[in-house]
């Protein structure tokens, strides 16, 4: 357990020597850059749309443009789109897969098809320094903030692989690290990708870093909002939370009664379900008060295992998530328990990790 309060320090992505990347930037950001190179106004438009619709990995892939300006780009520009080193398919279809950036950097991200619907669960840091004593990616440590370019490439990259379009995908950002702590690409990741996809099919998940909400709630196109609760008290959530000793669990709850929610649109809390921690049905009534008076739903995790966590963090059982559920379905909420998707490849929640680093541990335990 960590007994100071402690600000985690962030790195910023490292800065390519020379070539602009030009994935992740807006298209007036775009134009400016390519002005001084291209040879007609609407090339930035086609570039454009071979970034995004065609998610082109480099200058060669833009056969529609003149041969001679494809080798000028290629002398100032380049597309910084995540390579897929990795993938694993899980029985159930779901497919994790893994990336190396630009610095050598690795992340993950997870494609989750689920009858019609896909969704892509990605990443926002390339590990997390929160250290959630529940979480594999928090026992790895702190990475460092991806670029919007690396955010949004990792839809593009996925979608590549797959073949599929960007419309119709649901994105949540539930991979490796904390969205609120890289605010200011991530919104810029978020912008490019509404200009295709629906922010009410996007979700950003976090802890509840309270500046980081404030922000939000000023935004025009917000994503969904989740927020990983997982205790119904402050001690509890501060055991195997560190987090909850900078943002207590009352002043989250004050800024999220404040948070502007359109019509139609609720709060998602997720609780994980750990084994004789809060999985007791009076856990289930403290929750519900907790939450009284807020637009809601309540998605239950029962917590994925993993060596690193030790033995404590395994869930309950079937009956007692069961009876979880339902005491809240009986004090009138929307609950649901969240099926573990891609267990037996380490693509489900928590399970994500960078590789080829030494592990960072925790420093004490819940
Ligand atoms: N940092 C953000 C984004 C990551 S989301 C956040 O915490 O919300 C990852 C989700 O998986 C969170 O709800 C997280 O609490 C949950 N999770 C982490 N470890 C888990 C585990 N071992 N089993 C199940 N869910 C886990």
Not at 263 to 275: A, Q
Request: charge should be positive; proline fraction near 6%; aromatic fraction near 6%.
């Amino acid at each position: 357990m960590i007994t100071t309060t402690e600000k985690p320090t962030i790195a910023e992505p490292p800065q390519a020597a020379g070539h602009i990347d030009l994935l992740g930037l807006s298209r007036e950001r775009l134009e400016e850059v390519l002005a001084p190179v291209v040879d007609r106004p609407f090339r930035a438009r086609q570039i454009y749309q071979s970034l995004y619709e065609r998610a082109a990995r480099d200058f060669a892939e833009m056969t529609d443009l003149p041969q001679e300006l494809r080798a000028r780009l290629a002398e100032r520009f380049r597309v910084g789109m995540p390579e897929v080193t990795s993938r694993h398919l899980a029985a159930d279809g779901t497919c994790k897969y893994l990336f190396r950036l630009a610095d050598g950097a690795t992340i993950e991200a997870v494609d989750i098809p689920d009858r019609g619907r896909r969704t892509f669960c990605i990443s926002s840091q390339a590990g997390c320094a929160l250290a959630c004593s529940f979480c594999v990616t928090g026992y790895w440590g702190a990475g460092r903030n991806l670029t919007a370019g690396e955010i949004v490439g990792q839809v593009l990259a996925i979608r590549a692989d797959r073949g599929l379009p960007m419309a119709g995908l649901n994105i949540v950002l539930m991979g490796m690290g904390e969205p609120l702590l890289n605010l200011e690409n991530v919104k810029a990741a978020l912008d490019l990708l509404t200009e295709w996809i629906s922010p009410h099919r996007i979700t950003l998940s976090t802890v509840g870093i309270l500046p980081g909400l404030e922000e939000m709630a000023r935004w025009e196109r917000r994503p969904n909002l989740a927020i990983s609760l997982h205790a119904p008290d402050e001690e509890r959530r501060g055991r195997i939370m560190p987090v909850n000793r900078t943002y207590p669990l009352v002043e989250l709850m004050a800024t999220l009664r404040r948070y502007p929610l359109e019509k139609g649109r609720r709060l998602t809390f997720e609780y994980v379900l750990i084994r004789d921690f809060n999985d007791d049905v009076r856990d289930a009534d403290q929750l519900s008060r907790l939450l009284s008076g807020l637009r809601a739903k309540i998605n239950l995790i029962p917590i994925n295992p993993d060596p690193v966590l030790g033995e404590r963090m395994v869930p309950p059982d079937d009956e007692r998530i069961e009876a979880f559920k339902e005491r809240l379905r009986q004090r009138g909420w929307i609950a649901t328990v969240r099926r573990r998707r891609g267990d037996d490849v380490g693509a489900a929640c928590g399970q994500l990790r960078a590789f080829g680093r030494e592990a960072r541990g925790f420093r004490g335990k819940a």
